[in-house]
């Protein structure tokens, strides 16, 4: 049996952070899905819409030769029905989420990296919206 990875994210505005999140999590097994979160999700959690559309970013994540299957994240709270129904072997996510999906240990393995310093989808923009002034 294949065993499947699974990771969620935003994955605005991409970046070498997101690049490597992936390549470690593709590591783990033989097959890796993305859930990439709705862009409706973002508004209602992060108060902002992604730059980016879902169906944009959704492309670009599918183009990733580590990539096998992406999916739409519609809802935070779905996490375990999505787990189940794309049979995930091992949950992946970065360190900023450390502890926050332990509960799903008892249906796959829970894995989180350490995130990459020093960039991020929110410095990106800011850096663009400054005019490419360093801070
Ligand atoms: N990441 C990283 N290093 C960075 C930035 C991001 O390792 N410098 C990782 C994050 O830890 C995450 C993945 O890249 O695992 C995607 O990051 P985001 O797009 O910021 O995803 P996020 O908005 O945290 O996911 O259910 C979770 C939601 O989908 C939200």
């Known amino acids: 049996m294949p065993k499947t990875v699974l990771t969620f994210g935003t994955y605005d505005v991409f970046h070498v952070g997101h690049l490597r999140l992936l390549r470690r999590a593709a590591e783990?097994?033989?097959?890796?899905?993305?859930?990439?979160?709705?862009?409706?999700?973002?508004?209602?959690?992060?108060?902002?819409?992604?730059?980016?559309t879902q169906d944009e970013r959704m492309e670009i994540i599918a183009a990733l030769e580590m990539v096998d299957d992406v999916f739409v994240e519609e809802s935070l709270d779905l996490k375990r029905d999505y787990l189940?129904?794309?049979g995930a072997?091992?949950?992946?996510?970065?360190?900023?989420?450390?502890?926050?999906?332990?509960?799903?240990?008892?249906?796959?393995e829970v894995v989180y990296f350490p995130r990459?310093?020093?960039?991020?989808?929110?410095?990106?923009?800011?850096?663009?919206?400054?005019?490419?002034?360093?801070?």
Request: hydrophobic letters at 40%; one cysteine or more.
């Open 28 to 52: 783990l097994g033989d097959r890796l899905v993305v859930g990439v979160s709705a862009d409706a999700l973002n508004v209602s959690k992060k108060g902002r819409a992604p730059v980016f």
């Open 84 to 86: 189940v129904e794309h």
């Open 89 to 108: 072997d091992v949950l992946a996510m970065g360190d900023d989420w450390e502890g926050r999906f332990d509960e799903f240990s008892d249906i796959c």
């Open 116 to 135: 990459t310093p020093s960039v991020s989808t929110t410095e990106v923009i800011e850096h663009i919206a400054s005019g490419g002034v360093s801070p």
